[in-house]
Structure formats: structure tokens, C-alpha cells
């Protein structure tokens, strides 16, 4: 058995905010009090782990020992099939460092999202003009509390990365992953449609069986 939240503050331990406005909006109906990493000034760890799960643990405990508080991390990615799995556990890795050939001093986070996704769209058009073009996004949230309990909730949503980016609403790689079953990119859909079908929202509904199970 896990252990629950019982009340007491949440800190959504991330400083990507796309995805605190995504959380923000899945936590809504459960009125969770929430405190973003950015609003309590914690730092961003180094991500070291080799997988979603070890990287979502590792961001949920160092908020939970740093603020005293339950913390809630979300370690996510975009992992393409015909480049055998890649970026996956390095999507934001890839983004803001290793393809942009550090210019010193330059902080490409959050930025430069069109070149990234480019980058991916070059390495399948390597591949020839009947590449497969599935991929699939998956998160992994992580709860930590304080004394070192931990609960963790895996989620993910099949699709296909689709060139050219389309739409202008959500973050990162929405504007190329257009989910199974849809002709939209979910930067079309837009959040209240995201949030019913995405990675995030996978993960979040396993969050809420074992954390309030009893919310009709
Ligand atoms: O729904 C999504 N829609 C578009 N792109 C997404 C999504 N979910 C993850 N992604 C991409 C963005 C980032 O390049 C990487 C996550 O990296 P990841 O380390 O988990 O997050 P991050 O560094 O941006 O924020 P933080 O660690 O503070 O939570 O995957
Ligand atoms: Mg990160």
C-alpha cells in the first residue's frame, strides 16, 4: 500500500511550465493546495537516471527533503520507433543542450523548440520516404514525501510525429504528435482536449485511483 496525501501542501516539483499548468489542471478537481518549485525558489536537480521512473523519483525526493513537503515530479519524453526509441529519457536533453552545440553562456531551456523538433524530422527523412513514423510520449509521476515514502504512476499515448508543426497551443513537442485515432496535433487540440488522452493524463488517472480512490 502507498502512501496517501493527507492534506497537507503539494509541491508540483517541476520548472517546465507547460507541464505545471497541465498538473495544475489535472489537480483542480481534487482540491490538492499545490506550490510550484518555482514559487518556493527550489533548484532544478541534475537529471542522472537512466529511465522515467529513476528520474521522476530522483526530482520528487529532492523537492520533498527540500521543502519539508510532499512532492509531486513528472519525468516525460518523446521516444520515436524508427530511431529506436530516442530521445526518449533525453528529449530535454537533446533540446537544450547536446543539438545546439553549447554557445557558452546561452540558456536554450524552453526555446527553440522548432529547431528540436526539426532535428528529429531530419533524422527520419535519413531513413527514406516510407519511414515508420510512430512514436510515443510517456510520464512517469512521482509522489516523494519527506520521510523517503515514494508512490509512482507510469502513463503513455501512442501517435505519430507528423511534419510540419502545426497549432500554437501546449509545450514542447505538441506541435508534431498527432495522438492515435486524431488528425490534430495535440498543440491543435489545446489543453482540455490533451488532457483527456495524453501521457500525462494516463499517468494521472493511475495517480488518482491509488491516491483518492473514493472521488466519484
Ligand atoms: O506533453 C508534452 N508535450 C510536448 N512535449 C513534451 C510533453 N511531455 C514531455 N515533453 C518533452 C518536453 C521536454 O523536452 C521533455 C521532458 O523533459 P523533462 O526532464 O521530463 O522535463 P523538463 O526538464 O522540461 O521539466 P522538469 O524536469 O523541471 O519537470 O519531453
Ligand atoms: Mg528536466
Redesign the pocket.
Known amino acids: 500500500m502507498t502512501r496517501k496525501l493527507d492534506g497537507s501542501k503539494l509541491v508540483i516539483?517541476?520548472?517546465?511550465a507547460?507541464?505545471l499548468r497541465?498538473i495544475s489542471a489535472l489537480l483542480a478537481p481534487f482540491g490538492v493546495d499545490c506550490v510550484s518549485a518555482g514559487e518556493l525558489g527550489l533548484p532544478?536537480p541534475e537529471?542522472t537516471g537512466t529511465t522515467f521512473v529513476e528520474?521522476a523519483l530522483l526530482?520528487a525526493h529532492a523537492a520533498a527533503k527540500a521543502a519539508g513537503l510532499p512532492a509531486l515530479?513528472?519525468?516525460?519524453?518523446?521516444s520515436v520507433t524508427a530511431l529506436g526509441g530516442r530521445p526518449g529519457v533525453y528529449?530535454?536533453d537533446w533540446?537544450e543542450r547536446q543539438w545546439f552545440e553549447a554557445e557558452p553562456g546561452k540558456d536554450y531551456k524552453g526555446r527553440d523548440w522548432y529547431l528540436a523538433m526539426g532535428k528529429v524530422e531530419g533524422l527520419l527523412c535519413e531513413k527514406g520516404p516510407d519511414v515508420d513514423r510512430s512514436c510515443r510520449?510517456s510520464?512517469t509521476l512521482a509522489i516523494a514525501w519527506p520521510e523517503g515514502d515514494e508512490a509512482v504512476y507510469e502513463g503513455r499515448v501512442d501517435g505519430t510525429f507528423s511534419w510540419p508543426p502545426r497549432g500554437t497551443m501546449?509545450?514542447?513537442?505538441?506541435p508534431v504528435?498527432v495522438p492515435q485515432g486524431r488528425n490534430q496535433t495535440?498543440a491543435e487540440l489545446g489543453l482540455e482536449e490533451?488532457k483527456s488522452m495524453?501521457?500525462?493524463a494516463d499517468a494521472f488517472a493511475k495517480l488518482v485511483a491509488d491516491q483518492f480512490p473514493d472521488t466519484p
Open positions: 516539483a517541476t520548472h517546465n507547460g507541464k497541465e532544478e537529471e528520474n526530482k515530479a513528472d519525468d516525460s519524453g518523446l528529449t530535454a533540446t510520449f510520464c501546449g509545450f514542447g513537442y505538441d504528435f495535440f490533451k495524453s501521457h500525462r
